[in-house]
């Protein structure tokens, strides 16, 4: 693609584009990268329902392992987020070549992340899993899914920053490709080891490290190509490395501040009573779910973002963070109705307990009214991501924290629980803790300090 042609004055660009083309843009990108976030948990699902059948000891056991195995996982996320705007803003700069080279120091440090984290997991797992309080049966089981699966981690890394470099160079099909192939070749390899080779659940682990090495593989294949045609260099440059770590390392405060939120809204859950906790739990999948359509569209407003800027292009930008902010609003406002119009079903559909569904379909209504405002913020941390706004980010999810928590103090100081305690605590969750986010967010793309960014 030819470089673009410069002006005398980037802020007084036209718009690279009209709103049709910008809309066929976001849906471009966004819907390849909702097919590729959905065969995350989709990889978990198979392996649950595989190991399910073994029995109730062996799924028990895969439940822990798979707790610690996504909380290392879910802190590396930053991996995609960093490398993403780095490329895209050279790609719109239309050096190429720097584009792809920047994006392979990604991967070389997600390697090296991946290697020590293997290393460090194979020697702590003795002694984290006891920390469950499981049974030696159960206990057995974790460790046998557990100690396989640590080797997996540099594969899963290195596809994190593989992706986070495609997204950078506008493209989000081929990772849907390989994450649909992965996803296939998880299931089969799964059935194989655990049923016909006999491992049990270490079957289950095997076969989905080896599924992950072979989305590393694809990648290299795919990104050697890119590599090739723009002459970028493939060894790794300790000045890239270290500029993915720079903006790594903010990007993994923030995810901090993310896991310290959840934990605590779980540990109030907890405290509030067990029947409580079983509803927040339908309550906050229904959340995550949402959260894969507004993922996706936070995805392409980064890789836009970036792109524009990487062009000098800042009106370019700001077109960019009204249409999708605009995409995400109404997104919310269809997904709050559908929650709302099914809140009576839904904790039904999860348990088949209907005094359970009536415990949270009040926490559901809540969560519906909510969902355009987890729109909005979800497509601004994209649009600050794409600008490389890493340290704001970091700082921002720190901030968010100081009025959510003694909401949330608040709630196990009353002692209220049943039906209303769901609701408090969604109001502090869905309420409290996201108006946070959209307040430090909007008031950082009001400044415009995000647009003079270099990253």
Avoid at 118 to 133: D, E, H, K, N
Avoid at 372 to 400: C, E, K, S, T, W
Wanted: aromatic share 8%; net charge neutral; hydrophobic share 60%.
């Amino acid at each position: 693609m030819p470089s673009p042609t410069p002006n005398p004055s980037p802020g007084d660009r036209p718009r690279p584009s009209g709103a049709p083309t910008l809309n066929r843009e976001i849906i471009r990108l966004a819907v390849p990268a909702l097919g590729a976030l959905v065969a995350e948990p989709a990889f978990l699902m198979v392996d649950a329902a595989l190991v399910g059948h073994l029995g109730t000891t062996p799924l028990a056991g895969l439940g822990i392992a798979s707790a610690i195995l996504q909380t290392i996982v879910g802190l590396m996320i930053f991996l995609a987020y960093s490398t993403t705007p780095a490329v895209a803003r050279r790609f719109g700069a239309g050096d190429h070549g720097d584009a792809v080279s920047v994006g392979i120091d990604g991967m070389w440090l997600a390697l090296g992340l991946g290697a020590v984290l293997a290393v460090i997991g194979s020697l702590l797992t003795p002694a984290v899993i006891p920390l469950f309080g499981a049974s030696p049966e159960v206990a057995a089981q974790a460790a046998a899914y557990l100690a396989p699966s640590m080797w997996g981690l540099p594969a899963m890394l290195v596809v994190y920053a593989a992706t986070g470099l495609l997204r950078g160079m506008q493209d989000t099909v081929t990772p849907l490709w390989i994450a649909g192939i992965g996803f296939a070749a998880n299931a089969l390899l799964n059935w194989l080891f655990i049923y016909g080779f006999g491992w049990g659940i270490a079957g289950s682990a095997f076969g989905t490290v080896v599924a992950q090495w072979g989305m590393v593989g694809a990648y290299v294949l795919v990104i050697g190509r890119l590599a090739r045609r723009h002459e970028a260099s493939v060894a790794p440059e300790l000045s890239g490395i270290r500029g993915s770590a720079r903006s790594g390392g903010w990007l993994f405060l923030r995810t901090v501040s993310l896991r310290v939120a959840l934990l605590a809204t779980v540990s109030i859950a907890t405290g509030i009573g067990t029947r409580e906790l079983a509803g927040w739990q339908v309550v906050f999948t229904i959340f995550s779910a949402a959260a894969f359509a507004l993922d996706a569209l936070a995805i392409a407003a980064q890789a836009l973002i970036g792109k524009s800027l990487g062009a000098e292009d800042p009106n370019g930008a700001r077109h960019v963070l009204a249409r999708t902010v605009a995409w995400g609003a109404w997104f919310g406002v269809i997904v709050g109705v559908l929650i709302a119009a099914l809140s009576a079903v839904i904790g039904l559909a999860f348990t088949g307990d209907p005094a359970l569904a009536a415990l949270i379909q009040p926490a559901l209504i809540v969560l519906a009214i909510a969902q355009p405002i987890a729109g909005i913020v979800f497509v601004l941390d994209g649009v600050l991501m794409g600008a490389g706004d890493a340290r704001y980010l970091a700082i921002a999810g720190g901030l968010n924290l100081v009025p959510f928590l003694p909401a949330l103090a608040i709630i196990a100081a009353t002692g209220v629980n049943g039906a209303a305690g769901l609701v408090w605590l969604a109001v502090a969750f869905f309420g409290v803790y996201l108006c946070a986010r959209l307040a430090t967010l909007g008031l950082r793309v009001r400044t415009g300090r995000w647009l003079a960014l270099e990253v």
